[in-house]
């Protein structure tokens, strides 16, 4: 894969959380209690899992977001800071507190109930404050935690600047086909597709979006039609314990390999190395590769 000696610059624009997690050892059914074998809490959110992990590969990143005034929301600013993160464009806002994201884990899978709380804060005016901006870099990266409102304006501007544009779909919900005609890269669950664009012949989409629509599940595995034939990758090198994060961390190695100008299928191998790096550690940001684990 080719690492130009440029640096990518993108701008990420979502949600931002404190992830409070706990192991079991089993995901509870309705009208039942369990006991918690660990309780922990991590970084989370998926526009700062790819803010850091777009950084710790080489970017340049502004990250534009939105947390409470509240011990969490200065946690999440420091750490951002100390990720090489700029958050000239992260906004305080006393109308909410810091979004958080509750999460019970067993055996590698795991219930997860996000408050988005700040995070719905995040206002079109905020994403015009930081215009300036968007002339100058490379890429910019959306997320679904954020009102479809924020999201579709962020698009809109990306665009009008002529710049490149990759959406992580989740959680996933409807995304207009206009919307989905001009965005550079779309990554999706499998298990989504029919929320996403309305139905579910996952061949039939990914051969109408080819090299555009990347297909995810559980075992780091992508597909996608590459205008002649499916392409399937899958990373078995190392072992998948930890599931929370993949697709962040794909997104975040696929938009930097774009970035360095590789094709579609060196992109979806490199997005897929990141992500099994980040399977073997706890938490959306643990593991979140950085370059020299690639290069050094």
Same mark, same amino acid.
């Given at each position: 894969?080719?690492?130009?000696?440029?640096?990518?610059?993108?701008?990420?624009?979502?949600?931002?959380?404190?992830?409070?997690l706990l192991?079991?050892?089993?995901i509870?059914?309705?009208?039942?209690?369990?006991?918690?074998t660990n309780?922990?809490?991590?970084?989370?959110?998926?526009?700062?899992?790819?803010a850091v992990?777009?950084?710790?590969?080489?970017?340049s990143?502004?990250?534009?977001?939105c947390?409470?005034?509240d011990?969490?929301?200065q946690?999440?600013m420091?750490?951002?800071?100390?990720?090489?993160v700029n958050?000239?464009?992260?906004y305080?806002?006393?109308?909410?507190?810091t979004?958080t994201a509750y999460?019970t884990?067993?055996?590698g899978?795991a219930?997860?109930?996000?408050?988005?709380?700040?995070?719905?804060?995040?206002?079109?005016?905020?994403?015009?404050?930081a215009?300036?901006?968007?002339?100058?870099?490379?890429?910019v990266l959306?997320?679904?935690e954020?009102?479809?409102? /924020?999201?579709?304006?962020?698009?809109?501007k990306a =665009?009008?600047? $002529?710049? #490149?544009?990759?959406?992580?779909?989740? &959680?996933?919900?409807?995304?207009?086909?206009?919307?989905?005609?001009?965005?550079?890269?779309v990554?999706?669950?499998?298990?989504?597709?029919?929320?996403?664009?309305?139905e579910?012949?996952?061949?039939?989409?990914?051969?109408?979006?080819?090299?555009?629509v990347?297909?995810?599940?559980?075992?780091?595995?992508t597909?996608?039609?590459?205008?002649?034939e499916?392409?399937?990758?899958?990373?078995?090198?190392?072992?998948?314990?930890?599931?929370?994060g993949?697709?962040d961390?794909?997104?975040?190695?696929?938009?930097?390999?774009?970035?360095?100008?590789?094709?579609?299928?060196?992109c /979806?191998k490199?997005?897929?190395?990141?992500?099994? =790096?980040?399977? $073997?550690? #706890?938490?959306?940001q643990?593991?979140? &590769?950085r370059v020299?684990d690639?290069?050094?």
């Amino acid at each position: 894969m080719n690492f130009s000696s440029e640096q990518p610059k993108i701008i990420v624009v979502g949600s931002s959380s404190i992830d409070l997690l706990l192991e079991t050892e089993k995901i509870p059914c309705p009208n039942e209690t369990v006991l918690a074998t660990n309780s922990d809490s991590y970084f989370g959110g998926k526009g700062a899992n790819q803010a850091v992990g777009t950084a710790r590969l080489g970017a340049s990143v502004y990250f534009v977001g939105c947390v409470g005034m509240d011990p969490l929301g200065q946690q999440i600013m420091r750490n951002l800071v100390s990720e090489n993160v700029n958050v000239g464009f992260v906004y305080e806002t006393d109308r909410q507190s810091t979004g958080t994201a509750y999460v019970t884990s067993s055996g590698g899978d795991a219930a997860i109930v996000v408050v988005p709380a700040a995070n719905k804060c995040l206002s079109i005016e905020h994403i015009e404050a930081a215009d300036k901006y968007f002339h100058t870099v490379d890429l910019v990266l959306v997320q679904l935690e954020v009102s479809l409102e /924020v999201v579709e304006y962020t698009i809109r501007k990306a =665009k009008k600047y $002529g710049k #490149k544009v990759g959406l992580y779909a989740s &959680p996933a919900m409807r995304m207009s086909d206009e919307l989905l005609e001009t965005i550079d890269f779309v990554v999706a669950k499998s298990s989504d597709l029919h929320i996403i664009f309305g139905e579910d012949q996952r061949e039939d989409i990914l051969k109408k979006y080819f090299n555009k629509v990347f297909v995810r599940d559980d075992t780091n595995s992508t597909i996608y039609f590459d205008g002649t034939e499916m392409k399937y990758y899958r990373n078995d090198k190392d072992k998948t314990v930890y599931k929370m994060g993949m697709g962040d961390a794909f997104t975040s190695g696929f938009a930097i390999a774009l970035c360095h100008g590789n094709s579609i299928e060196e992109c /979806v191998k490199f997005g897929n190395e990141v992500s099994s =790096k980040i399977s $073997g550690s #706890k938490g959306s940001q643990s593991g979140l &590769p950085r370059v020299s684990d690639f290069f050094s």
